[in-house]
T-cell receptor, first 112, second 117 residues
């Protein structure tokens, strides 16, 4: 089982719709979680950290479910500019010397 | 502006050649990282450094070498022992690299694309 798993997609979504995707992680001791966005042939950019109580930043909402070991990202009122690959990142904890473990990403395509 | 600068943007390697990728940051970050990304895959950690003059191997260190003589700089050498070097190489930095800094995100340079001639 991969340490961090994401549905690769692509998710094809009409502009203005709401889309959500999940990411599962295997290490129950993981303590910090992030969502990054990566545009085609560019570097990843931090979208948001994920806090235990859940957090929101404009149209984006991140949730953490420790019991089921997954994090989620919800995008409301999607824009054409939201088209990108979304990377789930989990801190591996002491077992991995606290290094980040990266998912392979979920590709999102917003259609006009 | 503060940031991470990688150079060159594109690099071609001949058979048997070592090449060095540059990474410089002016964010005053202690920790720096090198990742490799292949199409359709997640980032894989090559080497990381949590402090000057110290670095550790990541998951795929074979065929690569690094140095950390200055806080600002963390160059990566792709040696001739790396038989499949074609990839997108990303350098990142963070405030700290572990322990109580484990909740700090990493920030990236804009990458170097390496290909074999």
């Amino acid at each position: 089982r991969k340490e961090v798993e994401q549905d690769p997609g692509p998710f094809n979504v009409p502009e203005g719709a709401t889309v959500a995707f999940n990411c599962t992680y295997s290490n129950s001791a993981s303590q910090s979680f992030f969502w990054y966005r990566q545009d085609c042939r560019k570097e990843p950019k931090l979208l948001m950290s994920v806090y235990s109580s859940g957090n929101e930043d404009g149209r984006f909402t991140a949730q953490l479910n420790r019991a089921s070991q997954y994090i989620s990202l919800l995008i409301r009122d999607s824009k054409l500019s939201d088209s990108a690959t979304y990377l789930c990142v989990v801190n591996g904890g002491l077992d991995s010397n606290y290094q980040l473990i990266w998912g392979a990403g979920t590709k999102l395509i917003i259609k006009p | 502006d503060g940031g991470i600068t990688q150079s060159p943007k594109y690099l071609f390697r001949k058979e048997g050649q070592n090449v060095t990728l540059s990474c410089e940051q002016n964010l005053n970050h202690d920790a720096m990282y090198w990742y490799r990304q292949d199409p359709g895959q997640g980032l894989r950690l090559i080497y990381y450094s949590q402090i000057v003059n110290d670095f550790q191997k990541g998951d795929i260190a074979e065929g690569y070498s690094v140095s950390r003589e200055k806080k600002e700089s963390f160059p990566l050498t792709v040696t001739s022992a790396q038989k499949n070097p074609t990839a997108f190489y990303l350098c990142a930095s963070s405030i700290g690299g572990g322990g109580r800094y484990s909740n700090q995100p990493q920030h990236f340079g804009d990458g170097t694309r390496l290909s074999i001639l």
